[in-house]
């Protein structure tokens, strides 16, 4: 069975850091494209970061472009998001996806295959 686990959420105060992790089971994760996706609270789901299989990432909204970094541990089968300098408004439901490319896509279309998701909530 094919599935995405995340963890590494938790509440954190503003300026604070945190880094997610997204372990693969029952395929290759470094086969993929895997995509780092948000969904805060009466917002839509959006596309955070992207790494493809060979190792380039990439940050879409230019609100975490300095501040998130996306990486690859292939022997691990994971897949982490470093977050840094964390706001209020990167509390969000924090989700790993399987990308349905070869290339990097901030469309959430582009994402038909997600994790259960991670609670981050940044608060003083």
């Known amino acids: 069975q094919l599935q995405l686990v995340e963890s590494g959420g938790g509440l954190v105060q503003p300026g604070g850091s945190l880094r997610l992790s997204c372990v693969a089971s029952g395929f290759t994760l470094a086969n993929y494209v895997i995509g780092w996706l948000r969904q805060a609270p009466g917002k839509e789901r959006e596309v955070v970061s992207c790494?493809?299989?060979?190792?380039?990432?990439?940050n879409y909204p230019i609100s975490v472009k300095d501040r998130f970094t996306i990486s690859r541990d292939n022997a691990k089968n994971t897949v982490y998001l470093q977050m840094n300098s964390l706001k209020p408004e990167d509390t969000a439901v924090y989700y790993c996806?399987?990308?349905?490319?070869?290339?990097?896509?901030?469309?959430?279309?582009?994402?038909?295959?997600w994790g259960q998701g991670t609670q981050v909530t940044v608060s003083s």
């Open positions: 996806a399987v990308g349905t490319y070869y290339w990097c896509t901030a469309r959430t279309a582009d994402f038909p295959s």
């Open positions: 790494i493809k299989s060979t190792g380039g990432g990439t």
